[in-house]
């Protein structure tokens, strides 16, 4: 039966996990997978969660199924921490799913299910997995310009000739905050212009939001979704505790539709419907303790000071290689970097300079540049400037 099975392509972010681990060199440099680390490299446990989890063990009483949807708690407390009450809960349909990619993938299989002509639109520079989860869901995807490379900013020109060739029924995807892989966000005026863009065009806005608090701030991250589910009539929203929690193993994710009331319950169902086709229940003991921290007002004061750590020590990560650039290679070539948001950049590097610093230096990133500038540290900082100021020459 196997035998001409096709092997699946190797996935970049694979690969280089792997050549990292199997590298050697005491002093080798991971900043290509994208989890948080802190000062000692370390994923940490959010005291936060350690206090949730105990609390989860000692109270509950069954293992068994949870509703297709999930469990409302924990529904309805990512509703308001990522829509903030600007439109009414009748408006929402959720549920629960197996980390982001999960969600990702549900939605898009919603809009196959609701519009399979429909064309989902993606920023040319995008998260690996978003294309090969389009595409396996069996829709169409065209790339719309982002970055000016140049500048290292945003391609506001690019980015709004392509969209207006977006027709009824069509679905743009745009990265809530922290945009990954290049750390260029979208202004409130951006947000005000696209939503006034997609309501002219009659087309459906796909906010993948894997970040939320590592921009500028929890409430401040969230604008842009809050503007859209406020003025239009329909927005798809793919939502990861994996980054803001540290949640990352046990994947807790959340796919919602905003839509009018008239069709919220259809929506729900659909939801449901396709996740009992693919996992049937979702699992219960990250989304457990999210909610429990989010409705505690204790434990949800520790997180955001948590999250708020971790927040300003990627900032600060950024101010400091961005200056030491500065000083490596005297040019303002990276000073984009310190102004850029999140945990990702993509740094202005060929392949081969790319190949260059992980050979010689240790230095692993991902091919196009992506480098996770949470993977660094006082010590790294300065030896990254300076390996890249060296392929540079």
Request: glycine share 8%; net charge negative; proline share 5%.
């Amino acid at each position: 039966m196997f035998e001409t099975l096709p092997q699946p392509k190797l996935d970049g972010i694979i690969a280089m996990m792997q050549a990292f681990a199997e590298d050697p060199r005491m002093g080798k440099i991971d900043l290509g997978v994208g989890v948080y680390r802190d000062e000692a490299g370390r994923t940490p446990v959010l005291q936060a969660v350690k206090a949730a989890e105990r609390q989860c063990v000692e109270t509950q009483e069954s293992k068994s199924y949870l509703s297709l949807a999930g469990d409302q708690a924990f529904l309805d407390t990512m509703e308001t921490l990522l829509l903030g009450g600007v439109v009414p809960s009748a408006r929402v349909a959720a549920v629960g799913t197996p980390g982001g990619t999960s969600a990702v993938r549900q939605i898009c299989e919603l809009i196959r299910s609701a519009r399979p002509e429909a064309v989902v639109w993606v920023s040319a520079q995008t998260w690996p997995n978003h294309a090969p989860l389009i595409a396996a869901s069996g829709l169409e995807m065209r790339p719309y310009r982002y970055l000016d490379c140049d500048k290292g900013g945003l391609d506001h020109m690019g980015l709004f000739a392509d969209l207006e060739q977006v027709a009824e029924g069509d679905v743009v995807l745009l990265h809530g905050c922290c945009h990954n892989p290049t750390g260029v966000d979208l202004s409130a005026q951006d947000w005000a212009e696209i939503a006034a863009l997609l309501e002219r065009r009659g087309a459906v806005p796909f906010i993948d939001m894997a970040y939320q608090g590592f921009g500028e701030g929890l409430d401040a991250d969230a604008g842009g979704l809050r503007h859209l589910s406020a003025r239009l009539p329909e927005v798809l929203v793919a939502a990861s505790c994996s980054k803001n929690f540290g949640l990352y193993r046990e994947r807790v994710g959340l796919a919602m539709a905003v839509v009018p009331e008239a069709v919220r319950s259809n929506l729900a169902g659909a939801l449901a419907g396709l996740n009992r086709k693919v996992f049937a229940f979702p699992p219960d003991h990250g989304g457990r303790v999210v909610s429990t921290i989010l409705s505690d007002t204790a434990l949800r004061t520790l997180w955001q000071n948590e999250l708020e750590d971790m927040r300003l020590r990627v900032a600060q990560n950024r101010q400091a290689l961005a200056q030491a650039l500065q000083a490596e290679t005297n040019s303002d070539r990276f000073a984009s970097v310190a102004t850029q948001r999140g945990m990702f950049s993509l740094l202005p590097l060929s392949s081969d300079q790319v190949a260059q610093l992980r050979a010689e230096h240790g230095i692993y990133m991902l091919g196009d540049g992506r480098a996770n500038l949470a993977g660094l540290n006082d010590f790294s900082i300065p030896v990254c400037a300076q390996a890249i100021a060296k392929v540079l020459r």
